[in-house]
């Protein structure tokens, strides 16, 4: 039997395949969880990437350390390809009681010249995609008379108004509505769901602020602790409130982000 805070649990994380869900899902499988580490094969904005060799790269890594794990791809924003994935998940590795809601995307495009497409896409997968994940998961749960914890990703960004976000900011706003709104639904079957608010965390999706001479340094004199977080500083946060350490814990949005939201 696998020890940790997570032993005995069975995780799915989306979007893991690197970056943020990728150190959650290996912080999860040290804390003694199964994982399923979702990725996607489909277009989306960061190019070069090998998201399934990737994915598959890290379930290696934890089946060689002695974990249970397995890759699983599906886009989040699709619902026949997320019930597929979380009944394969209960197939292989067990029901899912700890989902963390990772899988997003972010582009930087005027709102006079975002199209209804551009717009859609980014609420479909960050928004839409963890509605869509947590109802699959729940619904089973539910049948199973099982307990479970989700830990939805949000962002600092959903109260912050950075120009050209005018569809990521609301899709994190929302994420946080669904937050407390499932939080409250969810308590009388002893399903909690909470949410972290990452600031600047070091990510293919932030590269180009940590690469930038002129923007970076603008960005870390608002943050107090002066410096991006790394992927498994979330991951660490991610964890605690998936675990019984956060037993009495639901509904909230927790803003990991070196203090910048006070700011
Ligand atoms: N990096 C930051 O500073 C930061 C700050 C705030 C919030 N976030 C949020 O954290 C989460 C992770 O971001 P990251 O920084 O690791 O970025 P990333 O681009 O490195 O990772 C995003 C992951 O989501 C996956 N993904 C994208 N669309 C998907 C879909 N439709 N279905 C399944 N998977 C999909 C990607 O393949 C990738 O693995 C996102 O929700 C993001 O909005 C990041």
Not at 86 to 91: L, Y
Not at 106 to 119: A, G
Not at 123 to 139: F, I
Not at 208 to 236: F, N, S
Request: proline share 4%; charged share 20%.
């Amino acid at each position: 039997m696998a020890e940790g805070k997570l032993a005995g649990r069975v995780a799915l994380v989306t979007g893991a395949s690197r970056g943020i869900g990728r150190a959650i899902a290996a912080r999860c499988a040290r804390e003694g969880a199964a994982v399923a580490v979702n990725y996607i094969t489909g277009p989306e904005p960061v190019q070069g990437k090998d998201n399934r060799a990737d994915a598959e790269a890290l379930v290696a890594e934890i089946r060689g350390a002695g974990g249970r794990a397995t890759a699983v791809e599906a886009d989040v924003s699709n619902g026949e390809q997320v019930q597929r994935v979380v009944s394969r998940v209960a197939e292989e590795l067990g029901t899912v009681d700890v989902l963390v809601n990772n899988a997003g995307i972010e582009t930087i495009i005027p709102f006079m010249e975002m199209t209804e497409e551009q717009y859609q896409r980014v609420l479909d997968v960050n928004l839409k995609g963890e509605w869509l994940c947590a109802q699959v998961v729940v619904r089973q749960l539910v049948a199973e008379h099982k307990p479970g914890a989700i830990v939805n990703i949000a962002s600092i960004q959903s109260g912050m108004a950075l120009p050209g976000r005018s569809h990521y900011a609301p899709s994190k706003r929302g994420v946080e509505a669904l937050t407390r709104n499932l939080a409250a639904e969810l308590a009388p079957h002893n399903i909690r769901v909470n949410c972290i608010n990452p600031g600047l965390i070091a990510t293919d999706m932030t590269d180009w602020v940590m690469k930038d001479e002129q923007i970076l340094p603008i960005i870390l004199d608002k943050i107090p602790l002066h410096r991006a977080g790394e992927p498994d500083e979330i991951a660490k946060v991610a964890v605690f409130l998936a675990s019984d350490d956060a037993s009495y814990v639901t509904g909230q949005c927790i803003y990991v982000d070196g203090g910048w939201v006070v700011t």
